[in-house]
């Protein structure tokens, strides 16, 4: 079984300070990692995926995710918050199952950035 | 995504009606993804196709039908709507990298 775990369900910074989103994974395999950002009502889009190459991952909008393995562990960053970052962010965490591919979405984040 | 399309954006029902949901995309992605979400709750997975003709079950399929006639369009039915599926519904093709592309979903009220 796999499962994600978003250890905070809300995130509260100032504008121009680090965002850190934590997410923690459990799956018996190597998995496929991704991070989605929803601005208000409004689909999701994908900020970055790990798929096993660099554990390092640079996204969009200057997001950056690490893979580490050790801590089963893929925390979003950004070093300097802006106001338009404000929005729910989902880490999810996919896997292969008899044949399928089936992505498990942690409960979310809602980043609040203050002026 | 302007690749994927969701008919209809908004809908009220009473319970006991049916409806069906659209999803339509011009990528050519084999696999899409029925979701819905609820505060709190993230997205769950209801029912999921790995290409035409196919579907399979989610994590919450209950009271959900869907189907897969052309490659392009994924349809989710509702047969007797209940109040506990009002929620926004998202649907989403995934291409060979695993990404996901979502649709601008369809929220769903059951009265």
């Known amino acids: 079984a796999q499962s994600v775990t978003q250890l905070d369900s809300h995130v509260s910074v100032s504008e121009g300070t680090p965002v850190l989103l934590r997410c923690n994974y459990s799956s018996s395999y190597s998995p496929s990692l991704f991070w989605y950002v929803q601005h208000p009502n409004k689909g999701l889009q994908l900020l970055l995926k790990y798929t096993s190459a660099a554990t390092l991952v640079k996204g969009i909008n200057g997001f950056e995710a690490e893979f580490k393995k050790s801590e089963t562990s893929f925390h979003l960053t950004k070093p300097s918050a802006h106001m338009s970052d404000a929005a729910e962010y989902f880490c999810v965490v996919g896997k292969q199952s008899g044949g399928s591919y089936i992505p498990t979405f942690g409960r979310g984040t809602s980043l609040i950035v203050h002026p | 995504n302007a690749g994927v399309t969701q008919t209809p954006k908004f809908r009220v029902l009473k319970t006991g009606q049916s409806m069906t949901l659209l999803c339509a995309q011009d990528m050519n992605h084999e696999y899409m993804y029925w979701y819905r979400q609820d505060p709190g709750m993230g997205l769950r997975l209801i029912h999921y196709?790995?290409?035409?003709?196919?579907?399979a079950k989610g994590e919450v399929p209950d009271g959900y039908n869907v189907s897969r006639l052309k490659k392009q369009n994924f349809l989710l039915g509702l047969e007797s709507a209940a109040p506990s599926q009002t929620s926004v519904y998202f649907c989403a093709p995934r291409d060979s990298s695993y990404e996901q592309y979502f649709g601008p979903g369809t929220r769903l009220t059951v009265t």
């Open positions: 196709s790995v290409g035409e003709g196919t579907t």
